[in-house]
């Protein structure tokens, strides 16, 4: 066993660890943090990815005895910088409104990899995706989108002005969501109960934009962000016909 103070996300926890316990048991069982999921349990996939000193490691395999000397350790939970999808780190909002998720599983850990490739390159090649990705594996097959919320993610961070695929918000330099116009204003919704599966919110989606003043939806199992006409609703409205549709938010 062995004293260590970790510093995870900018905040010291001082405890006892077995030798051979790994990070991720470490945050997970004794610290009560979900801050990465756990895949394959041998280094193999990476959905268990952190950042330690700015560098992708898995948590599984890494030792929490050895992370004890002042080394920062950053998880997802620390990337989000404000509420709502303007909150959002842009690898965050990229990977959400991009499609670059399937089951979740793996989605932190490529989302820890990409911030790290990120800081590393800011304009990466196709090639360069692949390699500083190539310990990240996506058993649902997303790569393409993945690839497209990576750049899309890179082009923000630049400072360029950007629209996701899956969504009519446009994100400016700063990172916030422009401001309504008269064309139409959105607004991001968290399901009272979510939805079973991600594979349920498609036919929900497609049953709003039948809806006379719906522009665009997009989102989760959890969430909804829902662009309308300011001319036919108000967000009363809308969470009405999210209502009578079987679907309430908060």
Known sequence: MRRVNLD???????????????LWETMNFQLG??????????????????LVDGKAVNG???LSARMGRGQKITTVA??????G?????????AFWL????????????????????????????????????????????????????????????????VTHLASAIVVNATGSEAAPTASGVSKEFTFTN???????FDPL???????????????SERNITIKWDPAKLDETKVRTILSDLGKPVR
Do not use: W
């Open 8 to 22: 995870i996300d900018g905040k010291k926890y001082d405890l006892v660890v077995d030798n051979r316990e790994s």
């Open 33 to 50: 943090l979900q801050n990465s999921n756990l895949g394959c349990d041998r280094a193999q996939c990476g959905a268990c990815a952190v």
């Open 60 to 62: 599984c395999t890494v």
């Open 78 to 83: 620390s990337l989000p910088k404000g509420p």
């Open 85 to 93: 999808l303007a909150g959002l780190h842009p690898v965050q909002r």
């Open 98 to 161: 991009d499609g670059g998720f399937q089951c979740g599983i793996c989605t932190r850990g490529f989302i820890m990899s990409t911030v790290a490739l990120l800081a590393a390159n800011p304009k990466p090649t196709t090639a360069q995706i692949q390699e500083g990705l190539a310990g990240n594996i996506c058993r649902c097959g997303e790569y393409a989108k993945i690839y497209t919320a990576v750049n899309t993610a890179a082009a923000e961070m630049r400072g360029e002005k």
């Open 194 to 200: 979510p939805l079973d599966t991600i594979e349920s």
């Open 205 to 219: 989606a497609e049953q709003l934009k039948k809806k006379d003043g719906i522009l665009g939806v997009s989102g």
